[in-house]
């Protein structure tokens, strides 16, 4: 790091590469944060988690028993040790039943409003300051994931994909759903727009496919990904598949140029998100035990980007482009189910079936904490020695003496 | 301290790479022939080598010869590391047609490499694909559906499905039979030592049973590249342990 910094001040290189060195560094070494934590709310196993997008401030979070809970990850007072308090919370959003939140979503513009949709078969449209739900619509199944485009300019569409096999595209400004798309053969697990192309959709689900969609187009499906790249595959009556287990996570790279996918057959994929091709990258074996939407994370402006994976009870680090598993985070006591990465600060922010938000942080900062916490023991420790000292020489009672004399 | 260091991106490392000077060579060579290719699994990077060294694993004789070297695809990770690179160099040297693949295996996804001098069959001699379909068998290779009943016969194809088959190999359920029965042993032996691991050194000394005929060194890269157990370097060698 200090040579980089050399060369960058002599203008050797340029700063925009001891940025990346420094996000990838940091993203390399990411370890259980030993000073911060999130404050237990939930009490039920936590389902998806988001950070908005303005700020990468404020972390939504939904659970099992229904609860929503939003946490400021950068509270006002600067102390090194920090527990994110919850702002406010939703506790039964549905009533008197408990039905589980499956996916939770910021408003990509502010934080305004949110979105949560989940096991009550609906998707909802909160509005952050009152906490009231504005609008929802209703679907035939249970709603396991619903996305709305970051950089839409012409469209506000929400996709969602239940447990039955259409995806609908419901449109805020009409009040109801505009598109149905049918394609897949069971129920969809995950949806996501393309962080590049305002109309490009991609979903997954429990056919074991994955399929991107050109809305403005009407004939259907844009293409069916083909883990083989058409070799083995060629048996005209055998459906393309991506994985040969159902698929359960999906997440565009930052860029939009490429798209990752995780399968219950424990297999992690890269795909060309243009021609549809596998890029043929093989991470190994990441186990994948979840039975339900996985939300994976990826790390925007490393040099190699990383993949986060929920495997169990761990989350496995790999490397984007090259396959070369980097670490396992290990802290969860049951299976973790969904992770965000905050590219700012490059803490990773994970929630699992044990009820607990963990906070992933470099291991660098957890050396300035624990030079912090020495430097603090050490000022209190100078203080008590002088304070000793000054008692050990003040004499309280000389003065009675000199009286008496 | 070392282990975090370990994981620093490419660009912070210093581009000084440790050379092994001659006497340190000359001593790693003594120990390669003497415990296995434990010292070499470092300096290898090229999947041919791994391909050739586990094709030398394979013993012909026990076999009664009527079984080409068949190599289990997720060996070669056990030597190459980055798997990425394995696969496309055993993919170009499958559309070389220096090797065969074969969807063979104890799971779905498992496929075997053979290599192709020792096929001696004309149609997967020209085939570089796993699978063939009727259109591709009667119109490029000029067979009658009377003759493709021979070749199931003679299991050089497997029933895929209607009008698709699986290349194959003669004799490989005589293969699979002894590769399972060997996986299990190793995997038990592993599971009944202390703490569910072993030393590979101490592993490779231990007796093995005569019906699994395939030798425990490949069996140990068996299962080390398909990611039933975990390979830890200690400093007596390397540690396999048991995943959960």
């Not at chain 1, 060195?21 to 999130?38: F, G, I, P």
């Not at chain 1, 404020?58 to 609860?67: F, I, P, Q, R, V």
């Not at chain 1, 203080?383 to 003496?401: C, I, L, N, P």
């Not at chain 2, 055993?90 to 063979?104: H, Q, T, V």
Request: charged share 25%.
């Amino acid at each position: 790091m200090i040579r980089l910094l050399g060369e960058r001040e002599s203008g050797i290189i340029y700063p925009l590469i001891f940025q990346r060195a420094e996000v990838t560094r940091r993203n390399y070494c990411l370890e259980l944060s030993k000073h911060k934590d999130v404050e237990g709310v939930h009490k039920g196993s936590i389902n998806s988690v988001d950070l908005d997008v303005i700020e990468n401030r404020y972390l939504l979070s939904g659970a099992a028993d229904s609860s929503i809970v939003i946490h400021d990850t950068q509270p006002a007072n600067g102390e090194a040790q920090q527990t994110y308090k919850h702002v406010c919370q939703v506790s039964h959003n549905s009533g008197s039943t408990k039905h589980s939140v499956e996916t939770i979503q910021w408003y990509p513009i502010d934080t305004g409003m949110f979105t949560s949709s989940g096991a009550d078969y609906q998707l909802k449209i909160w509005d952050t300051n009152r906490l009231k739900v504005a609008d929802k619509y209703s679907f035939h199944g249970i709603v396991y994931s619903h996305h709305m485009s970051g950089i839409s300019v012409k469209h506000c569409l929400i996709a969602v994909g239940c447990s039955r096999s259409t995806v609908k595209l419901v449109d805020m400004k009409a009040g109801s759903a505009t598109h149905q798309l049918r394609g897949h053969d069971s129920s969809v697990f995950v949806v996501q727009w393309s962080s590049r192309d305002e109309f490009l959709l991609a979903t997954c689900g429990a056919d074991n496919r994955v399929l991107l969609w050109d809305i403005r187009s009407a004939k259907g499906s844009l293409v069916t990904l083909d883990q083989h790249n058409g070799e083995s595959a060629s048996h005209s009556k055998c459906a393309k598949t991506a994985h040969d287990g159902a698929v359960n996570g999906l997440r565009f790279t930052s860029d939009g140029l490429h798209l990752v996918t995780f399968g219950t057959d424990n297999q992690l994929r890269l795909w060309n998100a243009f021609t549809g091709k596998n890029m043929l990258v093989n991470y190994g074996y990441v186990y994948n035990t979840s039975r339900k939407a996985a939300q994976i994370a990826l790390s925007c402006s490393g040099s190699p980007d990383v993949v986060f994976a929920p495997s169990d009870s761990n989350i496995e680090v790999v490397d984007l482009y090259g396959g070369n598993r980097i670490t396992t985070l290990r802290g969860h006591y049951n299976s973790v189910n969904c992770c965000i990465h905050d590219c700012q600060t490059q803490y990773l922010y994970s929630g699992g079936s044990d009820r607990n938000i963990l906070v992933w942080a470099p291991s660098s900062e957890t050396e300035d904490y624990e030079e912090h916490l020495r430097d603090q023991s050490k000022e209190s420790r100078g203080e008590k020695s002088f304070t000793q000292r000054t008692a050990a020489t003040a004499d309280t009672w000389s003065s009675d003496e000199e009286d008496n004399r | 301290m070392s282990r975090k260091r370990s994981l620093l991106p490419d660009l912070y490392k210093s581009k000084r790479k440790y050379v092994p000077s001659a006497s340190c060579s000359t001593e790693n060579n003594v120990s390669t022939s003497q415990g296995g290719p434990t010292g070499l699994s470092d300096l290898l990077t090229d999947t041919r080598t791994a391909l050739m060294l586990l094709r030398s694993m394979f013993p012909e004789g026990k076999f009664e010869n009527r079984l080409p070297p068949i190599i289990l695809k997720h060996q070669v990770y056990s030597y190459v590391k980055n798997r990425t690179l394995a696969d496309k160099q055993m993919n170009d040297m499958r559309a070389s047609g220096e090797i065969k693949m074969f969807k063979l295996g104890a799971e779905a996804g498992e496929r075997s490499l053979v290599f192709t001098n020792k096929v001696n069959s004309c149609i997967v001699g020209q085939c570089t694909d796993i699978s063939l379909d009727k259109d591709r068998l009667v119109k490029d290779f000029g067979f009658t559906d009377l003759e493709i009943t021979q070749l199931v016969h003679a299991s050089v194809l497997t029933v895929r499905d209607v009008g698709s088959w699986w290349l194959s190999i003669p004799n490989a359920g005589i293969f699979l039979k002894t590769f399972i029965r060997g996986r299990k042993a190793v995997l038990t032996m592993i599971r009944k030592s202390k703490y569910r691991e072993v030393l590979k050194n101490d592993l490779q000394k231990r007796r093995w049973p005569r019906l699994a005929r395939l030798g425990i060194l490949y069996h140990i890269h068996d299962v080390i590249g398909a990611d039933l157990v975990d390979c830890i370097s200690t400093t007596s060698g390397e540690l396999l342990r048991l995943r959960e």
